[in-house]
């Protein structure tokens, strides 16, 4: 094939995640792109429910057809207190991976200048004039790239910036007993045996009988499988459930780090999603961190299409970007240490003002008042340890 047989677009996507449906989504509902040609490509078919996102929010969104489930309270617990949190003005809200992959799909599907292929990418070279992208099938090229692949090597293989996961492994149950609050999200239960490492419960109650009920660890290294089980058996024993029945499982390691993955960034390539350093560091939350950077990219792209655009200038570091990095600079070196830290934050703390925190929405004095709430000694050294590396780095 010769390069002027070789199919061009506008744009391409390689893998479709959270990150790259959002954005072809609001690219359609923009009507700015109509004229564009995109291109999407995946291995994956995304036709199972792989995956549960989970975010809080106080206004209506686009995503609001697809929300399974909204809660107005949640419980915040360790092995010395419970506090049941009133979460308004924001709900909890649920969405099924299979859920959004269809309602993105439906829509994507009515436009002809769409293209969706079950392709796997095997490279990308960008070029002075548009980008490369070969699959294992077929040869592609574009003016500008979206990738939203990650290559975890670029993070692992480098010291400088700490690298955790969010590791977990959750059970949809069907109990016997009616044991569950179906208005009530158990945000983290830190009650469970630490064994020197941040790990917590986490429970989604859509019914007095129906919950996700998920292991999850903030730390380096996973656990073998059974590990994960065999702490959710115990937490439900404690809960009471004697007989119950497991209707799916899911499993999942989000990467919790600042490493700057935006510094890939070329003219023409730009890196989305985990890939590009969208999921939110301190919390390894994506959906909502994943809903506002596609909207900007949706909107850099329009204001910036007409003159010159360049991909690499899209990323804009802030200043919650230095208080993730501050939190998982502490638990890179002591990740007993989480448990403590987010106590201390919920024990007394607002809801509102945290969450607000978390959705990095603060003045500088909200965030002050937030921070605060911490203890004090491990932020500073860690404080002290940025300010030395800073300094010795320069």
């Known amino acids: ?19 790259s449906l959002m954005t072809v989504y609001k690219m359609i509902l923009s009507g700015k792109f109509s004229s564009k040609t995109i291109l999407l490509l995946d291995q994956e078919l995304k036709k199972v429910n792989d995956r549960t996102w989970c975010f809080w929010e106080k206004d209506e969104l686009a995503w609001d057809p697809i929300i399974s489930k909204k809660w107005d309270f949640a419980l915040f617990a360790n092995e010395k207190f419970k506090r049941n949190l009133a979460l308004k003005p924001y709900k909890y809200n649920k969405i099924s991976g299979i859920d959004f992959y269809n309602f993105v799909f439906e829509e994507l599907f009515k436009h002809s200048s769409i293209t969706f292929l079950n392709e796997k990418v095997t490279d990308i070279n960008e070029l002075e004039t548009h980008v490369f992208v070969g699959t294992e099938e077929n040869r592609y090229t574009c003016n500008y790239l979206f990738n939203s692949i990650y290559t975890k090597a670029f993070a692992e293989r480098q010291n400088k910036y700490p690298v955790l996961q969010q590791h977990f492994v959750g059970w949809f149950i069907k109990s016997e007993k009616k044991v569950f609050n179906p208005e009530e999200v158990t945000f983290m239960d830190f009650s469970v045996e630490q064994k020197g490492n941040t790990r917590f419960m986490y429970v989604l109650s859509t019914s007095k009988t129906e919950a996700l009920v998920e292991y999850t660890l903030f730390s380096e290294k996973l656990l073998p499988k059974k590990e994960y089980e065999n702490e959710i058996q115990v937490y439900l024993k404690k809960l009471g459930v004697s007989q119950y029945e497991i209707l799916e499982k899911e499993d999942g390691s989000i ?30 939350y994506t959906f909502k961190s994943s809903d506002k950077k596609s909207s900007d990219l949706v909107e850099f792209i329009q204001n910036d299409a007409s003159t010159s655009l360049n991909m690499a200038l899209f990323h804009k570091k802030n200043r919650f970007w230095f208080y993730d990095l501050l939190l998982l600079d502490i638990l890179h070196r002591n990740n007993e240490l989480g448990s403590s830290i987010f106590s201390s934050l919920f024990k007394k703390g607002n809801p509102e003002l945290i969450f607000k925190f978390l959705d990095e929405e603060t003045s500088f004095f909200e965030d002050v008042k937030v921070i605060l709430k911490c203890p004090k000694l491990p932020f500073i050294k860690a404080l002290f340890r940025m300010i030395f590396l800073s300094n010795k780095s320069n």
Request: proline share 6%; aromatic share 14%; with cysteine.
């Open 1 to 19: 094939m010769n390069s002027s047989q070789i199919p061009h677009f506008d744009y391409i996507f390689t893998g479709t995640g959270l990150a």
């Open 255 to 284: 990467p919790m780090t600042c490493y700057p993955f935006w510094k890939k960034n070329t003219k023409r390539v730009l890196n989305i999603g985990t890939a590009g350093g969208w999921t939110k560091a301190s919390t390894g």
